[in-house]
């Protein structure tokens, strides 16, 4: 059974300014439509980039440290054993950086199971996912302003 004393950290991001570790407990625990994640986040690193969900609902609790928390009201720092909720939508954008020199670490409790979209604001992405129990499934990045008409290369058929 997973734990959050020992996980196992099944996703790790490690691109510059980018570098954390991610434990998916839910999934490892079995669960098919609850997120729940433990996140390990080295002094000077973001735990991901600014961006909202339209299909999911966040909240996060801090463990260990003071990461700064970006929302659309500016930055703030967190204490330790903080929660704090994002909503679906722009209101909820939200980022996680760790600007101390210690190793922060929350969980992220996340509604989860069914397809989302994600919103990327500083660079202009947009992200589809199926978000299967399994972990797989679609999962496509697009830059916006790279968005077709409805018909681009639709073919009307033969009659």
């Not at 409790?109 to 199926?130: F, H, M, Q, R």
Request: aromatic fraction near 8%; proline fraction near 8%; hydrophobic fraction near 35%.
């Amino acid at each position: 059974m997973p734990s959050i004393e020992d996980p196992l950290f099944d996703e790790p991001r490690e691109r510059a300014g980018f570098i954390a570790r991610r434990a998916r407990v839910s999934q490892q625990a079995g669960s098919q439509r609850l997120g729940l994640s433990l996140w390990e986040v080295p002094a000077g690193q973001a735990a991901y980039p600014y961006h909202w969900h339209v299909g999911e609902e966040e909240m996060l609790v801090v463990l260990e440290g003071r990461p700064s928390l970006r929302t659309p009201e500016g930055w703030r720092e967190l204490a330790q054993g903080e929660v704090v909720s994002f909503l679906r939508g722009q209101d909820g954008a939200h980022q996680i950086v760790n600007r101390t020199q210690e190793t922060v670490r929350f969980l992220s409790l996340s509604t989860n199971g069914e397809p989302d979209i994600v919103l990327y604001p500083d660079s202009g992405k947009i992200s589809a996912a199926e978000r299967r129990p399994d972990g797989g499934g679609l999962r496509e990045i697009f830059l916006l302003d790279q968005a077709v008409d409805y018909y681009v290369g639709e073919q009307p058929p033969e009659s």
